[in-house]
T-cell receptor, first 115, second 115 residues
Framework: GQQLNQSPQSMFIQEGEDVSMNCTSS?????WLWYKQDPGEGPVLLIA?????ELTSNGRLTAQFGITRKDSFLNISASIPSDVGIYFC???????????????FGTGTRLQVTL | NAGVTQTPKFRVLKTGQSMTLLCAQD?????MYWYRQDPGMGLRLIHY???????AKGEVPDGYNVSRLKKQNFLLGLESAAPSQTSVYFC??????????????FGPGTRLTVL
């Protein structure tokens, strides 16, 4: 199946710094989703992108849908301690049954913020 | 609204024991999913359901069974637990899972250890 590669795998940054991470695929995706997982919790949807070239913001988070449709980027501005967690990209992939789809997840970028 | 809830939060089993994980959602979603999350592997789909009374296999279904007798509940069963099933299990639901539209909402997870 399709694989989503995320980089970097982990990041250590200081509070107040900006963060950039990306997600790439060998195949085209028509939708990109970005999730955040806090320690001991389930993933929470941050941003959904549905159009190539689209740039969408959610507070200090900005995500972009790559023009080639094979990549997506997530930026966090002015990081704060609560930004700590694992960030996952995900994209829908057709299932064998009818028109239903499933999500393929990247392996995640672990973000640590130091004061 | 509670969203997606999972019980129990933690469980320790001995090899060969059986157990059932319960997932409930109050968002009236048609689609429900069970994932497992292992270090370095991201989230992998075990089984899913496209509606009440229906279930289907995901990427890693072996050793698990599921049932969806009511729309709001999705049960994951382990008939004879093995150490390889030590993992964190997440349930998710979505209103739609058609083509490129599949925004899933996750529960808090169940941490299972099989000795």
């Amino acid at each position: 199946g399709q694989q989503l590669n995320q980089s970097p795998q982990s990041m250590f940054i200081q509070e107040g710094e900006d963060v950039s991470m990306n997600c790439t695929s060998s195949s085209i995706f028509n939708t990109w989703l970005w999730y955040k997982q806090d320690p001991g919790e389930g993933p929470v949807l941050l941003i959904a992108l549905y159009k190539a070239g689209e740039l969408t913001s959610n507070g200090r988070l900005t995500a972009q849908f790559g023009i080639t449709r094979k990549d997506s980027f997530l930026n966090i501005s002015a990081s704060i301690p609560s930004d700590v967690g694992i960030y996952f990209c995900a994209g829908p992939q057709a299932l064998n049954t009818g028109t239903a789809s499933k999500l393929t997840f990247g392996t995640g970028t672990r973000l640590q913020v130091t004061l | 609204n509670a969203g997606v809830t999972q019980t129990p939060k933690f469980r320790v089993l001995k090899t060969g024991q059986s157990m059932t994980l319960l997932c409930a959602q109050d968002m009236n979603h048609e689609y429900m999913y069970w994932y497992r999350q292992d270090p370095g592997m991201g989230l992998r789909l075990i089984h899913y359901s496209v509606g009440e009374g229906t279930t289907a296999k995901g990427e890693v279904p072996d050793g698990y069974n599921v049932s969806r007798l009511k729309k709001q509940n999705f049960l994951l069963g382990l008939e004879s637990a093995a150490p390889s099933q030590t993992s964190v299990y997440f349930c998710a639901s979505s209103y739609i899972a058609s083509g490129d539209y599949n925004e899933q909402f996750f529960g808090p997870g169940t941490r299972l250890t099989v000795l």
